[in-house]
């Protein structure tokens, strides 16, 4: 079941090349939403630096669509449905709503769905799988709003299950409880316990992915 949940719409939601990109969406038939840390930190009224982007339209075609605006689009990660748009001021994310068909702890083979609900449940924390609409519409399908507001960083379903489909989960789990997590209330003991018994997996892991993870932990 979706909770939808309303906030007062931030300015950057309604900004000139925020509209840009989603009415080139729209008019091509498509829907598209905040998702990640922009809506996270504007449901905590807290200062927004990136956005990204999520939408049900494939990335040929949103390439396509932004292309008839003059707005420029690259593909930055076409295997799993990611482009880059760069409009007048900033750039975008934008990726294509995708389920894994399979996982190896390191890297997903996705197929696309145009299924919210689908591509939230693929996703690692439940706070990580909101999404927003420009009027500040918040979709909530699997318990994000209520973990987010008490600071609970948890595993979408079996958190031994998430981790094992990507191990960089783990260090992600220890960055989101530092930069969202409530330490009077302590961090989930599910999801510490599953992180300690998979922690040899992250020498599987690339040394870039690893890299960039851990500067992001240590900000």
């Known amino acids: 079941m979706t909770a939808v949940e309303k906030i007062t719409p931030a300015d950057w939601m309604g900004a000139a090349d925020t509209r840009a990109l989603f009415d080139a969406i729209t008019a091509g038939g498509g829907s598209v939403r905040f998702v990640g840390g922009c809506v996270r930190d504007a449901i905590l009224g807290r200062p927004v630096s990136d956005i990204d982007l999520a939408t049900d339209v494939e990335p040929a075609r949103v390439i396509e ?15 799993h449905g990611t482009i880059t748009a760069i409009p007048e001021h900033r750039p975008f994310e934008i990726t294509t709503l995708r389920q894994d068909v399979e996982t190896d702890g ?13 591509d939230a449940g693929r996703r690692d924390f439940t706070m ?33 299950a998430r981790i094992a489909e990507d191990y960089l989960r783990i260090l992600r789990f220890f960055r989101f409880y530092a ?18 018994m998979y922690a040899d997996g992250i020498d599987g892991l690339s040394a ?7 500067l992001r932990l240590l900000s």
């Not at 399908?141 to 209520?146: E, I, N, R």
């Open 65 to 79: 669509l932004l292309g008839a605006r003059k707005i420029r689009a690259v593909p930055t990660g076409l295997d």
């Open 106 to 118: 390191r890297r997903a083979a996705v197929q696309f769905t145009h299924d919210w609900s689908v």
């Open 128 to 160: 990580n799988a909101l999404s927003a609409d420009p009027d500040g519409t918040v979709y909530d399908y699997v318990g994000g709003l209520p973990d987010l507001r008490a600071g609970r960083v948890r595993f979408i379903g079996d958190a031994q």
């Open 179 to 196: 930069w969202y997590g409530d330490t009077d209330a302590g961090i989930d003991a599910d999801g510490l316990a599953a992180c300690a």
């Open 208 to 214: 870039e992915r690893v890299t960039s993870e851990m």
